[in-house]
């Protein structure tokens, strides 16, 4: 209970710079935009901060640059949440199925990998400046620290992955890419990267590949999804949305 306790006084007191884990902190192809790096920028586009071209789309920040799930757009998976869904503090922001909340986003099929890593180091805001997400080292290793386990971290890792997905394309959209790309339309949210108008091919590559190599540059960085996590059908369903736009 006090961990709980010092958990929710941490993140009450940075919810002025809230932009909490996301599902995906992505640059589409190369259209004038720019990697720079963790740069800020305003709506409609600005300088990163390695300078460089736009960006294309606009930035939202705090809970604007949320995408939570509506009780009708996600199901509670067959099996409960590891105990440290609630000891370790996700739940407090993350919500009880992780559909997110008004104090963090959703992010129920978040790429394992480049979860870890936003776990491990914390999360910065587009601008560079801290957020929300503080980072939670390995509480074995760091037992006095704010922090959970390597295993614990495995199980509540798998579990956000085996919730069950969605059906629609809007739907797979924003569970997959609004926490990025904008939690209600795609023309930009907590990174100023619209994806409307974008080739069926274009969006096939980046996701299956993915961009750049650290997971800190917001404006830099795109974990791939292996067609495991995301099927070419749904990813289909995604392409189609997309297009209509």
Known sequence: MKKLTQLVGVFATS?????????????????PMSTGGAGGTGAGGGGG???????????????????????????????????AWTSGG??????????????GPEIRHVPTNYANAIVRNGRLLPSGMPSAMVKFPDAASTPAQLGITSADLTAVLAWLQGQPKPATGVALYRDFCGNCHGPKVPSGGAVPISVTGRMKTQITQKVRIGEGMDPGM??????????????????????DYLMAM
């Open 15 to 31: 919810l002025i710079c809230t932009a909490a884990l996301a599902g995906c902190s992505a640059t589409p192809d190369p259209t």
């Open 49 to 83: 901060a390695g300078g460089g071209t736009l960006l294309n789309g606009t930035l939202l920040t705090g809970m604007a640059a949320y995408t939570i799930l509506s009780a009708g757009e996600f199901m509670a998976g067959p099996t409960p949440a590891p105990a």
């Open 90 to 103: 996700c739940i407090t922001c993350h919500g009880n199925n992780g559909e997110g909340s008004v104090i």
């Open 218 to 239: 917001r404006n830099g960085y795109m974990p791939a999804e292996d067609m495991a996590a995301l099927s070419d059908t749904e990813l289909g369903l995604i392409q």
